[in-house]
């Protein structure tokens, strides 16, 4: 696999930075290719992808928890006076699970994992290349890609749906705890409106989408740690620019998901 | 027809980064069973020199021969088989730091041979017992010293008897016993396993125990070739000034 090189010094130029994101544009498609490629070849190294499942969905699971439950909590009391001016409060709990289940949820999450996983691929990652770890599987004929890699990323694709699940369900506690809190409202009234407001074409599109995040925070923290160099230093710029990258990705491709959801489950 | 016994080939072998070339034509011959030095300066490309050779680096131009297999040429899964028959041991060890020692010789084991687990565990205890290392079996590489670290690589190095090693500065960053011990356990290894070994060192203690011909690369060239006593009473300038730094028993 020959990924392009970039520019590593102090102070680049208008053209070299220029340069550097066509290459990192490249880079990743050559990644990319080489991970579905890779993926299906045997030895499929389940042990390996389950126990980065484990890593990372323990990871973020305190963190999520915290986040989803807010999310609900806060949607709900910022909307809360606006649908009482307009006499409309009795629709509150249907709109804000709606807008939990269909953005809220599948974006933060990812947001959040992004910052959490993404960032610590790239460092664990990037350690091993500059202590010559990744070149040591490589001599021992280890395939250090199909191993490291690919292992990880199949790991975030298929973490981050169950995660999001997690936080819709919290987050629709928080929804309820708000409105019990302003308005008494007991639990069949809420179920029955959350349920009756929630179709299966929401519900599809936005765990769908969660696939292709958790396949970003993967491939951009694997691909940022394996090409890193420059010891610690490169270390360090890895992690904090896998979390940039992947955040900026995951929301543009989310408002490309959005678009196409939309044309095939309009509202 | 290929000599048999030159198991290592490199004919005309350039390498440069960027502007600089850092190597410029070399050719070398190893013969089976000979432990080769190769000296140099910081930044005078012996490292680069073994990567290219075990096809870490992508030569500019050029040919290297292992047993008359073109590395340069070869498929990932053609190299992976020559590589199952060699080892690198890495100047900072490069022990995988999320496994024990233990797993760090099970995995280089297992992955390469196909071996029980229970021949496994006794191969692993027998070649820590060589490194005189057994009592670090279930430690992190994060727990051991440089020296220790040194001889665990070495011990996931050998695990899988190679045919030929390469050792990339074995002695760096040691204290001179350490040093020296590690020479001599090369030496001890080389012996008993009847390796060809290619080793890059700044060190003349440990080319002067382990050595059998030694190349001195500068400028990207080899500049002198011949026995560590031959090279250390040179005329020349420049060797002088560079074992006068040492003293070679």
Redesign the interface.
Known sequence: MNLPNHINKKDLTFRERLYNFFATITGLTIFNWEILKQAFIPPLEIPEIKKHMNELGIKTFPIVSVTGFVIGLVIVMQSEPVFVRFGASDFLPGASALSIVRELAPVITALIFAGRVSSGIGAELG??RV???I?????????PFKYLVVTRVIATTMILPILTVYVIFLALGGGFFALTLSQGMNFEYYKNAVVESIKFGDLIPSISKTFVFGYIVGLVGSYKGYIADGGTEGVGKASTTAVVLASLIILLIDTVLVKISLMIWPM | MADVNKIIRVENLSKRFGDKIVLDNISLDVEKGENLVVFGRSGTGKSVLL?CI???LKPDSGKIFIKDKEVSTLS?KEL??V??F???L???A????SMTVRENLK??LQ??VEISNEDAEKKIVRTLEMVSLVEAIDIMPSELSGGMKKRIGLARSII?DPEIMFYDEPTTGLDPISSKEISELILELQKQLKMTSIIVTHDLHCANIISDRNIFLRDGKIAYQGKIEELANSQDKFLKNFFSTNIVE
């Open positions: 350690s091993m202590t010559e770890q070149d040591a599987m490589e001599v021992s004929a280890i395939n | 990567k075990i096809g870490l990932t992976n088989s590589r199952k060699t080892s690198f890495f100047q900072g490069a022990l995988y730091d995995f280089s992955r390469n899988t």
